[in-house]
């Protein structure tokens, strides 16, 4: 379905990519249902918490230098505030530049609840463009002001006249959707909206769309091999960068489920390819990752000479540590897009994926197509194995990782490795999205992975200490059971 950016919201995952939080079965059966259109949503008998999509949506953009963002909701929702300014000032300090973004909530109360806060928020707006001069300003939702109808974008409409700067809405109501990625493209839509201009000319420039860019300078020298210089979003962009990213050659994104909302509207509405492989983790991945942009970027030849250049380098070392990998069995629980690009380059290194849980599934992407990343493991799995579909219910992990017991779990959420250490189970926090990045990238997880078998003294030693609240009862009951049946 075409993105539409003359509407106010990109909507939800649940209704543009038919995305679930509910499901246990396996890699083929999930697949088979993606593709019949017989998937469902199942609900549970009991859920833990989970998080709100507007810490995605907001937390993408405040990443942007130099804005502000304006958060219209009650105290509680803008409480991940300085968190989000700790982030970016470091992330800033880090590339040598100032990040003057302000993160600022309206504290709407119960008398804003009831008669409504525009009059406030119109008057919270002013002041922060007085005080602090932004170059765009981003207004966020929340479950209050979605609940009670408040009229945000009529107040951007008439501010955007009265103020000389961009502003957008960013409709991240938290009961809107159970899936917080879809404030990634709440995110995306306010951008494409409010700040990205049409193109003028085109420039040798690859949008790189990405979380905390931790590989920065790595991915800039690699790109400049092939005369191409590198726009990371949105951490550390400025506006006037922004407004200009329609004159890219094309855009990649470190993740999948990160990058749909983007890629695919820049690519509709510019027509700047969006690269679509699977992700550059592992071998396979980044091999397949950069031969697909140099066939965009029409630098087949130059990609080639690098590959075989680094192949020479890392290839043998990384062999040499998989011998002693091979074999291991590993749980994974973390985003869809991890998820599964992670399970290829475990089984790549010659471990068993004996379970994947994904925080969620998206059915399709925006451009109508199953995930490259499942269908990459689909045919190429060296067998077929349990998958469950679950938004952070750690009960559940712990009830699998108890039953299977795996050599190693892995998890890119350190809410959920926590537990299983306390469990006794080995873990790897895959915390940096480049990780696992290229060639050294795989070779590093590589040692990682060996680094933590060779040493288990911290979880046996916590586990031992710990008194987890799970009984036997608990652990024997079947991991399946959990999810009601669809209703059909
Ligand atoms: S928007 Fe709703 S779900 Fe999100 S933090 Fe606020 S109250 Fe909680």
Redesign the pocket.
Known sequence: MPINLTETTAGTRETRLGSITGYNGDLQDLVHQSRCGSLQDRERCFSQSST????CALGQVSGIRDVAVINH??S??T??APGVDVLNSQLAAKIGVANNTVFVGTDMNEQDTVFGATGSLKEIIRETYRRYHPQAIFIG????T?IIGEDVDSIVAELEAELPVPIAAVH????KSRIWASGFDAADHAVMTSIVKPPQQKKPVLNFKNFFESARVEITELFANFGVKTQFLYQNSTVEELAHISESLATVCICGTLGTYLGNALEEQYGVPYVRTINPLGVTGFETWLREIGRVIHKQAEVEAYLAKERAIYLPQIEAVKKELTGLRAVIGMGPGYTFEVSRVLQELGMEVVWGAAWHYDRKYDNDQTPPALNYLVKNSPANFKLSVADQQNFEILNILNHYQPDLYFSRHPGTTVWAIKQGIPSVYVADEYMIFGYKGTLNFAYAVLDKLKNRSFETNLAARVKLPYTKWWYQQANATFLKEPTR
């Open positions: 709100c999509l507007s810490g909701a009650p509680g929702c409480a991940m939702t929340s479950c209050v979605g991240c109501e938290g009961f």
